[in-house]
């Protein structure tokens, strides 16, 4: 994953290594919305720290809530055409996710981030247990240095 600031919006480019693209595989991005320092699994305001989740498809869901480690729970709508990112899957490297997020509407004051890729069509192939279709890590992604 690569960070940058271009025109005051957080510039995310993932790169994850699938063999195989569906509509229904995402990448989740969550951020300390809510100024606390960290990530928190559940939301209650408007301000907390609700999951982007960034469908292959271009699409959104929204809103969408980190319920533990690994997995975004998502409400039952339909998706729709995603202003935060868009995506391109290239059959010898993958996916590229190309995300650009608002830095003035975040205001983040910590850096910290946890990103999940799911795998969804090796979900549906391979339902748990025994196959991992999800990955999921959490970092601080150094926002001080892109300033
Ligand atoms: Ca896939
Ligand atoms: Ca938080």
Redesign the pocket.
Known sequence: MTFEIVDEKLSIIAKVN?????PH?WLGVVLDRNHNGKIDRQWENEGDDKPYVLNAANTTIEPAILVDNLDVAVPRKLPVPSPYHTCTFDPQTGYTFNVSLSLQKLALTSDVIHVIFC????LILHPPPGYVHAVYVEFCFGLDELK
């Open positions: 699938d063999n195989e693209p569906s595989d795998d969804f069509d090796a």
